[in-house]
């Protein structure tokens, strides 16, 4: 363990030093092509950074923040787009949101009704049962279970952890730096529409980052083939097959094998039923259903396609035992300290 947080500093300061020249250097050179040209050995230092670390959950961290959010936020500050357009004031800053679940001020909001706070008794809520998921963990009641129950509170469990690291990380930044933040989970369980989970409520970073640097780009150049309707569906699919590709990429981080691109399937699949689902709704054929029944057969469907296509490699690499391995041993930890 001790050599696995020498790594995780060794690779946190060699972020924060390619942000710096980033910062002092890229964003002198005139945007376009030759300030991107000059940000490709920070990108490709982004993309071999996840590599020296071993541990699922540090790994998979610093991937997101780095390989993903903060190679995708300088490829629009490249081109002189936001989130890190205008330049911040200072290097932390810059630093915090380019790597981070965070927004600057000047990022335009969504619908208000996705930015509400999360309320205190679903925080409350939410912590008490990861909790006795844990407990289930460190008594080995899990083991008991057969791979369907499992795999429904190994779920929960990584919606959960997931919620409250990038809730806390993007807490914890915004007051220091005195930013905004919007929830980057918004209770999706109760998406009414594949359209409203993907887009508003399942981890809204990612679709904030993909819209300008891949749906629109898409969108612009095919509107002049296929037309400006057919181009939004272009642009969209292209969206979800890149988010494929970018978490077989984190897959291969955790494993350290050959893709089998179960994943990029599953999003495929989800770009292609969003798209038909949204020209659905657009033909008004029919009067949309009530939202229990819509919200029912949401969840169904990701969970049903998650456990066909997008959990098969974490099982069968043993990824969920490495996963509550490290979760146990965070609470052993804890007890130590506290006894």
Same mark, same amino acid.
Request: charged residues 15%; aromatic residues 14%; glycine residues 2%.
């Given at each position: /363990? ?19 020249? &980033? ?36 790994? =998979? ?34 630093? &915090? ?32 049962? #990861? ?51 919007? +929830? ?74 050959? +893709? ?22 657009? /033909? ?12 029912? $057969? =949401?969840?169904?469907?990701?969970? $049903? ?6 959990? +098969? ?13 490290? &979760?146990?041993?965070?609470?052993? #930890? ?6």
């Amino acid at each position: /363990m001790e050599d696995e947080l020498r790594n995780l500093i060794k690779v946190w300061i060699s972020a924060l030093i390619s942000i710096s020249y &980033c910062y002092y250097i890229s964003s002198k050179i005139s945007k376009g092509y030759l300030r991107l040209l000059s940000l490709l050995p920070i990108f490709i230092i982004f993309l071999l950074i996840p590599l020296f670390l071993s541990s699922v959950h540090l790994c =998979v961290i610093s991937a997101f923040f780095l390989t993903w959010l903060a190679n995708f936020k300088l490829a629009l500050f490249a081109f002189d787009q936001e989130p890190l357009i205008p330049l911040p004031s200072t290097l932390s800053r810059f630093f &915090c949101f380019a790597c981070f679940p965070i927004k600057t001020n000047k990022t335009r909001s969504t619908t208000r009704i996705y930015n509400k706070p999360m309320p205190k008794w679903v925080l409350a809520s939410k912590i008490i049962i #990861f909790s006795f998921l844990l407990h289930l963990y460190s008594n080995n009641y899990h083991n008991s279970l057969s791979q369907l129950p499992f795999l429904a509170i190994f779920t929960v469990h990584i919606y959960l952890e997931s919620e409250f690291i990038l809730f806390s990380t993007g807490t914890l930044l915004s007051t220091l730096l005195g930013c905004k933040i919007e +929830p980057v989970f918004n209770e999706p369980y109760l998406a009414t529409s594949l359209q409203d989970f993907w887009s508003r409520r399942w981890n809204r970073m990612v679709p904030s980052v993909l819209r300008p640097t891949v749906h629109i780009p898409v969108q612009q150049y095919t509107a002049r083939l296929i037309g400006p309707k057919m181009a939004f569906f272009a642009g969209m699919l292209a969206s979800f097959i890149v988010s494929g590709l970018m978490h077989e990429l984190i897959y291969f981080y955790i494993i350290r094998k050959s +893709p089998t691109w179960e994943v990029t399937c599953f999003f495929v699949l989800h770009g292609v039923v969003t798209s038909l689902e949204m020209w659905v709704k657009s /033909m008004r054929l029919c009067p949309p259903p009530h939202r229990a029944v819509s919200s029912l $057969v =949401v969840v169904v469907f990701v969970l $049903v396609t998650a456990g066909w296509l997008f959990t +098969p490699q974490v099982l069968r690499n043993g990824v969920h035992k490495r996963v509550i391995n490290e &979760c146990l041993f965070v609470i052993d #930890f804890v007890k130590s300290l506290v006894v």
